[in-house]
């Protein structure tokens, strides 16, 4: 994954973990606010309703005057919010004085004319919507008729309850869904480059292979075709073409000379000035390549730089005498760099030339035999003393 992508998904991730974080500081807020709402006994409301009633009674003639009326009183309280009410109190008023003699969900407490009840731990907190009950024994001198109180704690608001959690937990399923395809993309892309190398590994090593192959028929002629395939790359870079256009054009100049495979190696060793016949012969070469490399197509053009390097750029070259620009450009560039090494070869004929007279060879014949805008960069080339390793 590239720098950049990988900052804009960080940047993403954190930005959704801070509207997260805020949004649970906001609900911790709100749910450590106290709470109090008043109760009246049998009433609605919109926050808690309250009832409370006798379900059974029975007098007590041996006890006190204050305890001869025995009751179990039986309540239900409803939360009608949309939070939970978590630590609650619930406060009762009590019309007289009384005495708890027994009492369940809830620990009870009396307090001058108020009973004080807390919830213990199965039944805290009362969740939203729901309802929860409690009861007491209690003796009084009649029966009590609680008509209402007040119940008290802190409304637990939850992340789920906000518009914006469900916002949030969309954008980071979004984002998930997004880094999922983007890794399942770049795997994809990983595989193909590795593939891509891999196949360039092949090609290139075949194409060494055949070069090596080709020079090996002549002693003389040994790493010429790597050297006007470093030749043709570096005159590329100079004519401004870059990346899978220079790889391109190393192909093609390596394999230039494939079509001498088949002449024969009598006509490519002799050390003498050849024949009409011999010329013909070996001219044939460029024939022979072109036709060799028209099916490879893995690289465009690479059946133009066996076909036409030996094109003079005034017309007068071989095997159809093009001229100018109707040359296809990498045999342009080709044909100077191969006459160049050449020159510069030592060959079975005679020796490699000075330099001196290579540089007037170049020169006189731009615009002729060369491109002059390709034969000026070769000048360039050789002055800033740039050779291929032998």
Partial sequence: ?????????????????????MLYVEAYRESSALFKSELVNGEKNNSFDLEISVSEGWDSPERPKNEKFGAQYDGIITNNTEMDLSDWIITLEVP???????????????????????????????????????????????????????????????????????????????????????????????????????????????????????????????????????????????LGLSGEELQNLYYIALMHDCGKIGTTDVILNKNAKLSDEERVAIETHTIAGGKALKNFTAIEGISDGAMYHHERYDGKGY????????????????????????????????AKLPMEQILKELNDNMGKQFDPNIAIHMIAMIKEGYFADS
């Fill in 319 to 350: 095997p159809e005498g093009l001229a100018g620009e109707a040359i296809p450009f990498y045999a342009r560039i080709i044909c100077v760099a191969d006459s160049f090494d050449t020159m510069n070869s030592d060959r079975c004929y005679r």
């Fill in 96 to 238: 007289m004085e009384c005495r708890i003699d027994s009492a369940w969900n809830g620990e009870y407490v009396i307090e001058g004319n108020y009973i004080i009840i807390t919830p213990v731990e199965y039944n805290n907190p009362i969740k939203a919507g729901e309802s929860i009950t409690f009861g007491s024994v209690l003796y009084s001198g009649e029966v009590m008729d609680f008509t209402g109180g007040s119940i008290e704690g802190r409304l637990v608001r939850k992340v789920t309850q906000y518009k914006r959690f469900w916002a949030l937990a969309g954008c980071l399923v979004l984002w998930v869904i997004i880094l999922l395809i983007h890794l399942v993309s770049e795997i994809k892309v990983a595989r193909y480059r590795r593939r891509q190398k891999r196949d360039e590994e092949i090609i290139s090593q075949a194409m060494d292979t055949m070069a090596g192959l080709i020079d090996a028929k002549d002693p003389y002629t040994r790493e010429h075709s790597r050297r006007v395939a470093e030749y043709s790359v570096e005159l590329g870079k100079r």
């Fill in 1 to 21: 994954m590239s720098k950049k992508r990988v900052i804009v998904f960080t940047g993403i991730i954190i930005l959704i973990a801070i509207g997260f974080l």
